[in-house]
């Protein structure tokens, strides 16, 4: 009997999803729980799996196309079946569920759909250039990506092709479709000699060694570019925007000498030289958090505001802010309580990883009770961090650097890092705040308490 795929509901708050790339064709076999598409969601790009063994009779949403949750995405012949039969069927007697070009506008909304099982999804690795997709009419033409003398590029590929003078027409697209995208142009060489490239500029022979690309403005004078949010930027504004409106933020700011633990790192990384694992102060304070959420147990919580219940967790799942080219991903490093230091190294820098290569699983990016946010890398001192609910804290945490500070009657300089404490006033009083903050900072100013 033929089964439909439908599109599945990877995010708690999609209504639609866009497929973006088709890694199987009309006659392939497949398997269960096979990879046979990616799909955008408002979160990420998704690598969705087949729930049935056949082969696939007919892709009704090809890439680019945008499908309601629920709606059909391909038909799978699972038995003895004739595929070419069943696709002339399916042809005659259903409308695709898909909408193309017009659909993909911003704002475009879906009708309500049943949502479906979520067992096969597996993996999902982020979206980081934003794109609307618009592959309306059949391509023909130079690389697959023109349709009727019109090239399909997102806009920044624009932008970059037109400030280098490129010929888009002799630019092959590695994108949904063959559409042209930031990549493409930028590994693009007009020496390769493909028709239609512009010929090199020949006063480059004139220009300084030194590279001050850096200090060139993005836009040029007197320019302007208007580009659509990505699903994944519209949903952080969304959700972000939410949280300083319903939630009552308040914020508490601490000091921690961290001298005596960054010579601890040295000693410990030291006798982990051989084993190749290096533990990094991030690690030391993860670690840290954990064990000050196990003590001080409302700020591991969640709110519900509809059934006004607050639910504390036993178990830490600390959310991890990482930053995208086009936003940001929170990897959830699950029952970081339980582990030592070598360990959540090691598994925070695969979980890091795998977010920024697009490798991510979908259960890897839910169930966090907890989200610390880390700017200390890029030489930030301070910050404040916006809550992601239904979390009821989270932590922004600085740079460890060296301060003049008094001890005694005297200045000398030590290794302070700040953090601020965001915390939802409806569910954390200032005083449970600051106990957090002072159990937090016992233990990263005394690391061996620890291992107490």
Request: zero cysteines.
């Amino acid at each position: 009997m033929p089964s439909e795929i439908t599109m599945p509901q990877l995010s708690d708050t999609m209504t639609e999803g866009t497929v973006v790339k088709w890694y199987k064709k009309e006659g392939d076999k497949i398997k269960s729980g096979e990879k046979v598409a990616d799909v955008e969601t408002d979160k990420a790009v998704m690598e969705m799996e087949s729930f049935e063994s056949g082969t696939l009779a007919h892709i009704v949403a090809p890439e680019g196309s945008k499908v309601p949750v629920g709606g059909s995405i391909a038909v799978v012949a699972t038995s003895k079946e004739d595929p070419q039969q069943i696709k002339q069927q399916f042809t005659a007697g259903a409308k695709p569920a898909a909408s193309i070009a017009s659909a993909s506008k911003p704002g475009a909304s879906a009708p309500d759909s049943p949502k479906p099982d979520l067992s096969g999804a597996s993996s999902v690795k982020p979206q980081v250039e934003a794109q609307t997709i618009a592959i309306a009419e059949p391509k023909t033409g130079n690389g697959d990506h023109s349709v009727a003398g019109r090239v399909f590029a997102s806009p920044l590929a624009r932008r970059i092709a037109d400030e280098s003078g490129f010929d888009l027409n002799a630019i092959t697209g590695s994108g949904p479709g063959g559409r042209i995208v930031q990549k493409d142009v930028v590994n693009f060489k007009p020496s390769s000699g493909k028709p239609g490239a512009s010929a090199p500029d020949s006063s480059s022979e004139k220009r300084p060694v030194a590279d001050v690309s850096m200090f060139a403005p993005k836009l040029a004078s007197g320019t302007k570019t208007v580009t659509a949010m990505s699903k994944m930027r519209q949903t952080i504004a969304l959700r972000l925007q939410h949280s300083m409106q319903q939630l009552p933020h308040f914020y508490e700011t601490v000091d921690i000498d961290m001298e005596a633990l960054v010579g601890l790192r040295d000693r410990v990384n030291a006798q982990l030289e051989k084993s190749g694992v290096r533990i990094s102060v991030g690690d030391f304070v993860a670690k840290a958090v954990a064990m000050a959420l196990v003590k001080n147990p409302i700020l591991n919580s969640h709110y519900n505001g509809q059934t006004a219940e607050v639910t504390s967790y036993g178990d830490v799942n600390l959310g991890m802010a990482v930053a995208l080219e086009n936003g940001l991903i929170v990897p959830v490093l699950r029952n970081i309580d339980k582990m030592g230091l070598a360990e959540i190294r090691v598994r925070s820098g695969d979980l890091v990883d795998r977010a920024r290569t697009q490798k991510l699983k979908q259960d890897e990016m839910t169930g966090a009770t907890f989200t610390v946010s880390n700017l200390g890398t890029h030489g930030i001192r301070q910050f404040t961090a916006i809550i992601n609910p239904p979390e009821v804290a989270i932590l922004a945490i600085g740079a460890a650097e060296k301060r003049p500070v008094v001890r005694g009657d005297e200045i000398v300089a030590r290794t302070i890092m700040s953090v601020t404490l965001s915390s939802d006033h409806r569910v954390v009083d200032g005083a449970t705040a600051a106990d957090f903050l002072k159990t937090l900072r016992s233990l990263l100013e005394e690391p061996g308490m620890m291992l107490v």
